[in-house]
Nanobody, 121 residues
Framework: VQLAESGGGSVQAGGSLTLSCTAS????????MAWYRQTSENQRALVAA???????NYADSVKGRFTISRDNSKNTVWLQMDSLKPEDTAVYYC????????????????WGKGVLVTVSS
């Protein structure tokens, strides 16, 4: 499965961006689609994930500000990001994988190339 992200860019603090991730194949049976982010100082970390039946999970730092959604008929996953903060600045990666334990982040089998999101104060 190839994943292609779009929608990254620069925005001022308090603004919004929507990231899109389109898969090259049917995502209907993919258990978990997710967004991760990575900075030069930190490891890649889960931002949000959504299962094939719409169950969602968010990092504490983005709860109430970010919304993940998916449309299996379009093979697409979105991340709506509102009330952005400078600390949200990172490269955002789309991933496809599965949950082996719903108390832990999903394991990703496929990754996109990433898009840069820059939030200025």
């Amino acid at each position: 499965v190839q994943l292609a992200e779009s929608g990254g860019g620069s925005v001022q603090a308090g603004g919004s961006l929507t990231l899109s991730c389109t898969a090259s194949e049917d995502i209907f049976n993919i258990n978990a689609m997710a967004w991760y982010r990575q900075t030069s100082e930190n490891q890649r970390a889960l931002v949000a994930a959504i299962t094939s039946v719409g169950m969602t999970n968010y990092a504490d730092s983005v709860k109430g500000r970010f919304t993940i959604s998916r449309d299996n008929s379009k093979n697409t996953v979105w991340l709506q990001m509102d009330s952005l903060k400078p600390e949200d600045t990172a490269v955002y990666y789309c991933g496809a994988g599965f949950y082996s334990d719903y108390s832990q982040p999903p394991s990703m089998d496929y990754w996109g190339k990433g898009v840069l999101v820059t939030v200025s104060s």
